[in-house]
């Protein structure tokens, strides 16, 4: 769970489960598991407090059920699990089938019924019983001649199937000979073209079909039966056909017609390679039989003679004159009275309108159910009249199985006559019927009988017509009171039963699940297999042997009320409901239709529905984009845009959440826009844009982050756009927004202004887009090429030390724009810092020797007295290397991610490099290898050596590849390097800039992905015998959750050189091995001159390019407007001809590919109504929290009791002895598991059940050799906790996972950020000092530098850099327990100094105390008495202060003569415990003494009891300590960790447990 909520009063903590119709708009309401779930404006009043205690009081008297009571815990959001990247899907999902019928689907166009009767005249082979069925197309042939019956029985029954499909033209064919048959048939398939045809036989005059598949007709004469093959009517046809057989053995027909059409198929394939001009296969033809190739058709009397077609096309009256077959009714109606029953088919609202509204959702429904998803999409969503023949099939099969005929159609479906639906509808009808005596007591007597509804429906339709008088009945009829029926209210109370009732919860596969094809292997991880009881968070654990439930057969019901008007809100309410359960959900919906009903409902003007539409449309856009071209053409988007522009109507006032759904809207609109140039055009005249524009200073994050993501959409490679943004200053407004308190707004932001610089915003990973902002036309050349470095700059230099790594990976593509664009800028900057590198690593002092200095210089001479154009010239390359610095600084980014994508961007700068007119000059360096052993001379303030982390000191000048390419972080240093006539610039140096090259130059071994995913961990020098984990010296940091990134390299394949230096295969004619490169005839700043006029023919080029030919791919432009090959590099046509080669072997890798809009949308396609699973009373998850929250209270409640005593008992009671690798640096205690973690003296993290004396993980932190780990905490430990590191090097890492009796997965970095950048270089400096305060969410970082930095974790951003006014390193830091805002420092100067983070930055300390003359190891508060605190100092002393009081200590304690190592106050209880130093001369006297508060007398003393002395040098240049000591914060324990890598555990001897 990763909420970060305010709680509404009275609410017991819970957040509302929102539904479409709430009226709350407030993020309350949002669901705390989505990916956007970071609102950094709500409130954090009255929350549970991790770690024990609370603010504010939110248990109410609900007694009966404990409330899992949400807490905040940080670094637990989605994004923290994704860092920005699309969730794969888990495995076993089954891809999901088209919901849209086929692009080859089957349209019927023209139809044959062809009636063979011969009235009068009885086949040889039939006999019939007599009575027996005569009615045909409900007319009785014997009531007229035989030749006007066969007229109107044809007219009749074109009359039927027009009421199926009034658009297809019918053609009667009455009695053919043979010959007639044939020459109507081949006309209509002339006439139908790739249409199919409707064949209807009806064979009651002639005999049956031949069990070898022929049919009958006559002659001329009708004096003989005229046999016709199948095979022949197959040829006159041809295909794509629909055949109805109603005839006694028609299963013959349709047997034999398969049989034949796979014969064709077969022979067509192996002579003609297939069907000729995309023809359909015969066997895709449907086919309808009446019965068996055995059976004979019903001839009761009651039934018509031609029972299967008025089945297929009169199914109500049928259906009726079954029911009173089958049914006795109390008033003895008869057909008669039915065939009267009042109403029109077409209108709802009318008894008999309604009946045939309930039959057509009954045999959806049935179908639905029964068939496969495939055959239900092909049959009943495909076409009109294919539809209705299979819905009334149905009823076909139902009535006539009952009569011993057995209806068969090809494809062949399932059984469904004992559907248990069916007796829904003989409910349906029953009401209805027994309403027929009242409703027909005022009908007139003298209206005239008709045969069948159908034809009343008929005579109605044109007695209306004549009076042109509308109504729902005939104008003969006086109005009825009828009670509608109750079915579809009925239906739509089970669908929200199903709903609310668990039917979105996940179950296992069997009967009541959704029939998903999950592979048999995927079956085996159940929960048996799980060691843990409880999984602590559900994306923590693989869930994929859960499935949905089988969805309510409800659904297609629901879809039919869409219709009705009185019932659509609520059913579209219910469908949101359904929808919001997942992308399954959704794609089932569409399967089943909702398409065109939610498509019409976009033209309705009804401002109820808005909201929920709105809904519905997010998740049918995030799981099916295809629908943006619909929406386009269907003017839909019109709906969105008026919503989302929608401020000032007054009757928004009544829409629930108004702000999210807006920012529904323009997801709806960004995804409408997205690589469709109509879609963005439309979006444009609809000023959308502007409406986006003014959204982006709106208070719900969600508004703004998608605002700035449908602008990303709407401009993405449309230059015109473009333009227009940019005239209203768009992009200024999006670079304010990246001080944004959203993590997901400030990353949006940037996304938005890559695509703007050219990045691809296309869901085509190979789309990487270019061209830079486009044309400009209306900006002069100078300030569109300003505009362009100043939106970078900018960008670069708000966010380059964000905490969060999904930021920052948004930085790089946006800077990777501008690197593609303007890369002689860049090539210029990366080889003016190698040359500053060099001076600075050879010590080189003669300012006569700076050959960048000197280029620089000569470039700016260049410009002669413009003084002007000099400054901008400086600025401008200025800006570029601050980017360029920046860069180098993410290429070592403790984030994989993060650093992998900038060293595909630098190894693309340095390959550009390699391959520049730079390498030919005489005065460079490039061509000189750089030093390997020299590293070992550099030595920061005489104390510690500068070597890469994946060489030790002795490593020799050809080392083995790295596994990421490139040797990664040494120590961060600061460097300020002024480059002369005022290019300058403060440069970290993160890395040396000249291994980078080496590593790239010598080593092209580009890693593998698997190499790719891990960073390479820094050689283990010091006490290897003991280090049994490490054997090669090689650790990898834990990969985060999701590692996407892929190293791509500049060149087209990976090489592996003879040499160092050599490249094979490369175009470049100078190599860097090359001893004496020949001359050049140019200097370094007509080298300069060359590349940026070049980069600025890119720009003319571009600028010359129309706006709308270019839409994504922007092809590559040379110097003089022509397409150059392969995107050249560098152009021979440039102003300057140096030779500059054409870097034609490199490969265009930029801009980086962003997925972050991928994974936003992901946050539609989520449980937005419902809490997630870890929410859910009763799931595991919830369970296992409320234990978690009881066992806590519990803890609580017993070391409260404890604390009372435990300032007056022994406290040398020995627990357990732990034995790690290295000294234990830090120690940090979980409050209420048995969990301690412990950090060596360089980077090895070990976690330690300290009660079972077992290790349960053990991880390497990834910071650099020659750094220590100097800060260690568990945060978020009331429900679970996350490791937080702080290391030497100034990087803050946090880790999960790493429990293993809760999580099989292994250790994962979470996320990693630059805590501090100012990091001071000090001989014995403290490192890097943090403290958390989990109430607030709220790091203090400090400790080799002159400022504290707090940081918000719950913004993820710094909230301000307080002075220390110290030149003193921060010892230690810490906060005060409650709400205020206090915090103490301690400094090596001997300083104390409590600061105020209300206060102005540079005056927020509040109080000094300087009574210590030595390094003070620590500060703490006093346990129980407010305003207290002690600290002590490396000589021994041990004060108490009371910052209410003067400037002297309360009281003091001078514990150790020969110096304190170690110093710590229990957060509970009134002791405090502290370790003498550890010196050659008393190294076996080495004690630990806790003393109390209350009574200043000594409580116990261990000694250390060491076998052998320390080493003479520290173990570790940071902190000088040479043990650790920590207390629980809540058991009466304290743990003394000691040089030998022995950790001792002692207690406190309690009376209760002595």
């Known amino acids: 769970m990763n909420g970060h909520h305010h709680y509404p009063e009275g609410s017991n903590g819970w957040h509302h489960t929102r539904r479409a119709d709430d009226d709350a708009d407030d993020d309350t309401e949002r669901d705390h598991r989505s990916s956007t779930r970071s609102d950094p404006s709500s409130s954090r009043t009255g929350t549970r407090v991790m770690n024990g205690g609370y603010e504010g009081d939110l248990r109410t008297s609900v007694t009966d059920l404990p409330d899992a009571i949400p807490l905040l815990p940080y670094w637990s959001a989605k994004r923290h699990l994704t860092c920005g990247n699309p969730t794969p899907p888990p495995p076993g999902t089954p891809k999901m089938t088209p919901w849209r019928a086929a692009p080859g689907k089957i349209k019927t166009a023209h139809a044959a019924l062809v009636l063979c009767l011969n009235i009068d005249v009885d086949p040889p082979d039939i006999i019939k019983t007599n009575p027996c069925a005569v009615l045909e197309a409900w007319v009785d042939p014997h009531t007229m001649p035989s030749h006007k019956a066969l007229e109107v029985i044809g007219t009749n029954l074109q009359h039927q199937f027009e009421g199926l499909n009034p658009k297809i033209s019918y053609k009667p064919i009455l009695d053919p000979s043979k010959e007639d048959l044939k020459r109507f048939c081949v006309n209509l398939r002339k006439q139908a073209v790739d249409d199919a045809v409707l064949f209807h036989y009806n064979g009651h005059g002639v005999p049956k079909p031949t069990p070898s598949g022929e049919l009958w007709c006559f002659n001329r004469n009708y004096t003989q039966y005229i046999p016709i093959a199948l095979q022949e009517i197959q ?50 033809c449907i086919q309808l039989a009446a019965c068996a190739a055995d059976e004979q058709l019903p001839s009761c009397p009651e039934l018509p003679a031609d029972l299967f077609t008025s089945c297929l096309t009169s199914p109500i009256d049928i259906a009726l004159r079954y029911f009173l077959l089958t049914n006795q009714l109390p008033s003895g109606i008869s057909s008669d009275q039915v065939m009267q029953l009042p109403g029109d088919l077409k209108d709802r609202r009318t008894p008999l309108g309604e009946l045939n509204w309930i039959f057509t959702a009954i045999t959806d429904t049935i179908a639905w159910t029964t068939f496969p998803r495939e055959v239900f999409t092909r049959l009943y969503r495909s076409d009109l009249l294919i539809a209705s023949l299979f819905r009334n099939f149905l009823l076909a099969e139902r009535i006539m199985k009952n009569y011993h005929c057995t209806p068969h159609t090809y494809p062949p479906l399932p059984p469904t006559n004992t559907h248990p639906l069916w007796a829904s509808w003989d409910l349906a009808v029953d009401a209805c019927l027994r309403q027929l005596p009242d409703l027909l007591k005022n009908a007139e007597s003298s209206v005239p009988k008709d045969v069948s509804l159908g034809a009343r429906n008929r005579r109605q339709a044109m007695r209306n017509d004549q009076v042109a008088q509308p109504g729902p009945s005939a104008p003969g009829d006086k109005p009825y009171s009828y009670v509608p029926s109750r079915f579809f209210t009925d239906q739509l109370t089970a669908f929200e039963v199903w709903i609310s ?14 029939p998903i094809q999950v592979p048999p292997e995927q079956l085996i991880l159940d929960g048996a297999a799980d060691l843990a009881p409880y999984p602590a968070n559900s994306l923590e654990h693989s869930e994929h042997h859960l499935v949905p439930r089988k969805p309510p057969d409800q659904l297609p019901i629901v879809l039919q009320v869409l219709l009705s008007q009185p019932h659509r809100l609520r059913a579209l309410i219910l469908l949101s409901q359904f929808v919001d359960l997942g992308p399954w959900a959704v794609h089932l919906a569409l399967t089943i239709g909702i398409f065109p009903y939610i498509a019409r409902l976009l033209q309705a003007a009804g401002q109820d529905l808005k909201p929920v539409l709105i809904f519905i449309w997010a998740r049918i856009s995030a799981v099916d984009p295809s629908c943006q071209v619909d929406l386009y053409t269907n003017h839909g988007y019109k709906y969105f845009a008026s919503a989302l522009a929608g401020q000032d109507d007054p009757r928004q006032a009544l829409f629930p959440n108004g702000s999210e759904h807006k920012a529904m809207c323009a997801f709806i609109l960004s995804t409408i826009a997205r690589d469709y140039a109509h879609g963005q055009k439309a979006c444009w005249n609809e000023r959308v844009l502007d409406s986006c524009f003014g959204h982006l200073d709106e208070g719900d994050f969600l508004l703004r982050q998608w605002s700035a993501l449908c602008i990303a959409q709407i401009w993405d490679g449309n230059d015109e756009i473009k333009v227009y943004g940019v005239d209203m200053g768009l992009q200024d407004k999006l670079i304010a927004l990246l001080s944004d308190d959203s993590p997901e707004v400030r990353s949006a932001a940037l996304y938005a202004l890559s695509t703007f610089l050219g990045a691809s915003g296309s869901a085509d990973l190979n ?43 948004e930085l790089l593509v946006l800077i990777s724009c501008l690197v593609r664009e303007w890369r002689g800028y860049f090539i210029i900057c990366a080889w003016i810092y190698w040359e500053e590198d060099r001076r600075w690593k050879e010590g080189e002092e003669n300012p006569d020797d700076d050959v960048a200095a000197n280029a620089i210089m000569e470039w ?32 070592v980014d403790p984030y994989q991610e993060v650093a992998t994508n900038a060293q595909t961007i630098v190894d693309y700068i340095m390959a550009l490099l390699l391959e520049s007119p730079f390498t030919k000059l005489d005065s460079t360096t490039l061509h000189r290898p750089p030093s390997g052993g020299a590293d070992t001379k550099w030595l920061l303030n005489g104390s510690r050596p500068r070597v890469p982390s994946n060489q030790s000191t002795q490593t020799p000048v050809h080392p083995p590849p790295s596994p990421s390419g490139r040797p990664p972080l040494t120590r961060s240093e600061t460097m300020t390097n002024t480059i002369q006539n005022g290019v300058s610039s403060t440069l970290r140096r993160t890395s040396s800039f000249a291994n980078a090259l080496k590593s790239l130059a010598g080593n092209i071994a580009f890693p593998s992905l698997e190499d790719g995913r891990s960073s390479p961990k820094p050689q283990q020098t010091s006490h290897e015998q003991e280090r049994t984990e490490v054997v090669q010296g090689v650790s990898r940091p834990p990969s985060p959750n999701l590692n996407f990134a892929q190293y791509t390299s500049p060149y087209p394949r990976p090489e592996t050189p003879e040499n160092l230096y050599h490249r094979s295969g490369s175009s470049s004619q100078i190599t860097l091995a090359d001893p004496e490169p020949s001359a050049a005839s140019f200097s370094p700043s007509d080298a300069m001159d060359a590349l940026m006029a070049e980069d600025m023919e890119r720009l003319r080029s571009r600028r010359r390019v ?19 090959p392969s995107g050249s590099t560098f152009s021979v046509d440039s102003n300057v001809n140096l030779g500059l080669g054409t870097g ?31 929410d859910e009373p009763g799931s595991v998850q919830y369970n296992y929290q409320v234990w978690r929250q009881q066992r806590n209270e519990q803890v609580m409640e017993d070391t409260h009791k404890q604390a009372l005593e435990a300032p007056r008992c022994r406290w040398d009671k020995p627990v357990t002895t732990i034995q790690v690798s290295g000294l234990p640096l830090s120690l940090a205690f979980h409050a209420f598991d048995p969990h301690l973690v412990i950090a060596n003296e360089s980077d090895m993290i070990t976690v330690w059940d300290w009660i079972k004396r077992k290790r349960l993980n ?7 050799r020659g750094t220590s780990i100097t800060s260690l905490h568990i945060i978020n430990q009331d429900v679970g906790g996350i490791i937080l590191t702080g290391a030497a090097d100034g990087m803050i890492r946090l880790y999960r996972n790493y429990d293993p009796n809760l999580c099989n997965a292994p250790v994962q970095m979470v996320s990693a950020f630059r805590g501090l950048n100012d990091v001071l270089q000090v001989k014995h400096g403290s490192g890097v000092v943090t403290d958390w305060k989990q109430a607030g969410g709220t790091l203090l970082v400090g400790g080799d530098s002159r400022i504290v930095r707090v940081w918000d974790a719950h913004t993820e951003s710094q909230v301000m850099d307080l002075e220390t006014n110290s030149d003193s390193p921060v010892t230690s830091l810490t906060s005060e327990s409650g709400s205020t805002s206090l915090f103490l420092a301690s400094f090596a100067d001997g300083a104390v100094k409590m600061f105020d983070r209300r206060l102005e930055e540079d005056n927020a300390v509040v109080r000094s105390y300087h009574q210590h003359v030595s390094w003070v190891q620590n500060v703490r508060w006093h346990p129980t008495l407010y305003g207290q605190f002690l600290s002590a100092s490396s000589d021994g002393e041990v004060k108490l202060w009371d910052f209410r009081g003067g400037d002297r200590p309360l009281q003091a304690w001078e514990l150790f003569s020969h110096g304190l190592s170690a110093f710590d106050v229990h957060e509970q209880t009134e002791v405090f415990a502290a370790t003498s130093a550890l010196m050659a001369s008393n190294w076996r006297t080495q004690r630990t003494e806790v003393h109390s508060l209350a009574t200043t007398r000594s409580l116990g003393s261990l000694t250390t009891g060491l076998a052998i002395p320390p080493p003479r040098e520290s173990m570790t240049p940071f902190t000088p300590r040479t043990s650790s000591l920590t207390f629980h914060p809540r058991e009466m324990v304290y743990g003394v960790g000691s040089w030998d890598g022995t950790v001792r555990i002692m207690g406190c001897k309690l009376p209760s447990v002595s």
């Open 860 to 891: 700016l001479d260049s410009f002669g007295d413009d003084e002007n154009s000099r400054a901008e010239n400086r600025v401008l390359l200025s800006s570029f290397f601050t980017i360029f610095s920046i860069l180098l600084e993410l290429s």
């Open 1144 to 1174: 034609v072997g490199l490969r265009e890798v930029l801009p980086l590919k962003s997925r972050f809009y991928d994974w936003c949308c992901e946050y539609f396609k989520e449980p937005q109504m419902r809490q997630p699973e870890a």
């Open 501 to 514: 009732r668990g039917g979105s919860a996940l179950t296992k596969p069997g009967p009541l699940s959704l």
């Open 235 to 284: 040829s006159w046809l041809r295909s794509p056909c629909i055949f109805i057989w109603d005839c006694s053995a028609a299963g013959n027909l349709l047997s034999n017609f398969v049989k034949f059409a796979e014969k064709r198929d077969d022979d067509a394939k192996l002579h003609g390679g297939g069907h000729p001009d995309g023809s359909h296969p015969f066997s895709e």
């Open 1106 to 1124: 129309a706006g709308h030919a270019r839409h994504h791919g922007h092809p590559h432009y040379d110097a003089i407007g022509g397409i150059s």
């Open 767 to 809: 789309k990487l887009g270019g061209g830079g902002s486009g044309t400009m036309f209306q900006l002069e050349e100078r300030i569109h090429f300003r505009m362009e470095v100043a939106v970078v700059t900018g960008a670069a230099l708000a966010i380059k030390e964000d905490a969060s790594p999904m930021v920052r990976k």
């Open 1258 to 1264: 053990l991880f390497w932190n990834g910071n650099p």
